[in-house]
C-alpha cells in the first residue's frame, strides 16, 4: 500500500512513521504541514517498508509512505465508537475533521476543517451538499446518496451548527431520481435542509455554476464562495465528516466508480487509500476479453487525467477509474487544425472566460496577460472548450499546462524570497 504525502492541495503533509515501524489501520502515518494540509491516514495495518519517492496517480514523483500490508486491517482502537455530537463544541467538530484526515472529494482536495473555518460564519446564508455528479461515466455519489442519505444529512447536519444562520441544501442533477427519491425522504423533517433537483447539464456540479443556481446570483470569478455566504462541499466529503465526528472514522477509504468501455465489470466500490490501480481493476473482472486497454483515466472522461501506469496508487481524491477502449484525445489530435475563431469556446465556457484568447496568449508565452487579462488561472478545466471545440484544438490540456508552469513559477519565487 503506498500513500501519498500530497493527497490534498496544499502543503505535503509530514511523515511521523518511519520504516519497520507497526501501524494500524485508521492511524495517522503523517500530519498536516501548515494550514493549508491535512493529515495522511494508513488504510491498513502492517509494517513501515519505505518513505521514499513513489511515482503516483497524478503521474508526478513525490515522497510516499509504503506500507507491508499484513491483510488483517487492524484498526485503531474506537474507530466506529459512536459519541454524542450534541455535547462537542464546534471547535471540536472543526478539529474531528482535521484529525480524520478529511479533504474535498469532489474536487482538488481542499482540507475540509479549513473550510468550515470561513472569518464570519454568521455570514454564511447557505451550506451546499453538491451531489450533482455531471461528469459522464461516473456515479459513486449517485450510489452513495441513494445508500446512504440518512448519513450524508447527519453529516450536513454537523455542519450547519457551525453556521446558525444557513440553510442546507443539496443539489442533485434529474438524471438521478432515485436519489433524489431517497435523499427527500431522509430529509423529511430536517427543518433547515431541502433537497434541490438540478436541471441536467455540464458542469451544473461545477462550484460556481452550483452556487448560481442555488442563491440566484452571479458573483466574480476571483471570490471565494464564502465570500458571498456560501460553503460547498460534496456529498461524499459531508459522509466523511458525519463518520468522523459521529463515529471517530478517520478518512482512509471512500466510494470510487470503476467503469468504461475496456471494464468487463463497471462498478461502484468502496477502496482503501493507497490501493495500487492494477489491484483494483483485477479484483473487479479485469478487462472485457479481446478489448485493448488504451488509455486509463483518473476521474471521468471530461475532467479526468490519463494514467502513465496502472502501478500507482488511488488516493482520497480519486473518485473514478475509467478504460478507454480508444484514445479520443489521439484521435482528435489527427483531426486539428487552426483556430477557426468561431467563438463556441466561449459560449460553453461555464466560468465566462474566453478559451480563444487564453490559448492565443499560451502560445505566445504572455503568462501575464493570461493570468492578469484574462483570468486564466480561474479555469476549472471542466473540457467543455475542448469538447466543442470543431478544430479539435487541445485547450483544456493547454490550460492546465499554463497553470501548473505559472503555479511552479510562483512557488519558485516565494521560495527565493524566503531565502
Do not use: W
Amino acid at each position: 500500500m503506498v500513500f501519498p504525502l500530497s493527497m490534498h492541495i496544499g502543503k505535503p503533509a509530514k511523515p511521523v512513521v518511519k520504516r519497520n515501524d507497526l501501524v494500524l489501520a485508521g492511524q495517522v502515518i503523517a500530519e498536516a504541514d501548515g494550514f493549508i494540509s491535512a493529515n495522511v491516514i494508513s488504510s491498513c495495518s502492517g509494517k513501515v517498508k519505505a518513505v521514499e519517492k513513489r511515482r503516483t496517480i497524478s503521474g508526478a514523483l513525490l515522497d510516499c509512505i509504503v506500507i507491508e500490508n499484513d491483510g488483517l486491517f487492524t484498526e485503531v482502537e474506537g474507530i466506529g465508537q459512536e459519541r454524542d455530537v450534541s455535547k462537542l463544541t464546534n471547535a471540536e467538530i472543526v478539529q474531528a475533521v482535521k484529525d480524520a484526515g478529511i479533504v474535498g472529494l469532489g474536487g482538488a482536495g481542499f482540507p475540509t476543517n479549513v473550510k468550515l473555518m470561513p472569518k464570519n460564519p454568521d455570514a454564511i446564508r447557505f451550506v451546499i451538499a453538491n451531489g450533482a455528479e455531471c461528469e459522464p461515466y461516473l456515479t459513486c455519489n449517485d450510489r452513495l446518496m441513494q445508500e446512504n442519505a440518512s448519513e450524508i444529512l447527519d453529516g450536513l447536519e454537523i455542519m450547519l451548527r457551525l453556521f446558525p444562520n444557513a440553510e442546507g441544501v443539496v443539489g442533485i442533477e434529474k438524471n438521478k431520481p432515485e436519489a433524489i427519491r431517497t435523499m427527500q425522504k431522509a430529509a423529511e423533517g430536517r427543518e433547515r435542509i431541502r433537497i434541490l433537483p438540478l436541471k441536467t447539464k455540464y458542469p451544473q456540479g461545477g462550484e460556481h455554476n452550483l452556487i448560481q443556481v442555488v442563491t440566484g446570483a452571479d458573483y466574480p470569478v476571483t471570490m471565494l464562495p464564502a465570500d458571498v455566504g456560501c460553503i460547498v462541499s460534496n456529498v461524499g466529503t459531508i459522509y466523511a465528516v458525519n463518520r468522523a465526528v459521529r463515529f471517530s472514522e478517520p478518512l482512509f477509504k471512500h466510494v470510487m466508480t470503476l467503469t468504461g468501455e475496456a471494464v468487463a465489470e463497471p462498478c461502484n466500490l468502496i477502496v482503501r487509500d493507497g490501493t495500487i490501480v492494477r489491484e483494483i481493476l483485477e479484483a473487479n473482472g479485469g478487462l472485457k476479453e479481446g478489448v485493448e486497454l488504451k488509455k486509463v483515466l483518473a476521474g471521468g472522461p471530461m475532467m479526468g487525467f490519463a494514467l502513465g501506469s496502472l502501478d500507482v496508487p488511488v488516493v482520497k481524491t480519486t473518485n473514478g477509474l475509467t478504460m478507454l477502449s480508444e484514445d479520443g484525445f489521439e484521435n482528435a489530435g489527427k483531426q486539428q487544425t487552426a483556430c477557426l475563431r468561431c467563438g463556441r469556446c466561449t459560449s460553453v465556457c461555464p466560468t465566462g472566460l474566453l478559451p480563444e484568447l487564453m490559448a492565443e496568449a499560451a502560445e505566445l508565452k504572455d503568462y501575464e496577460r493570461y493570468e492578469k487579462k484574462l483570468y486564466g488561472l480561474e479555469c476549472v478545466q471542466c473540457g467543455s472548450c475542448s469538447f466543442i471545440c470543431p478544430a479539435r484544438r487541445p485547450l483544456t490540456e493547454t490550460f492546465k499546462r499554463v497553470k501548473a508552469e505559472i503555479m511552479a513559477a510562483k512557488r519558485a519565487k516565494q521560495a527565493g524570497g524566503a531565502k
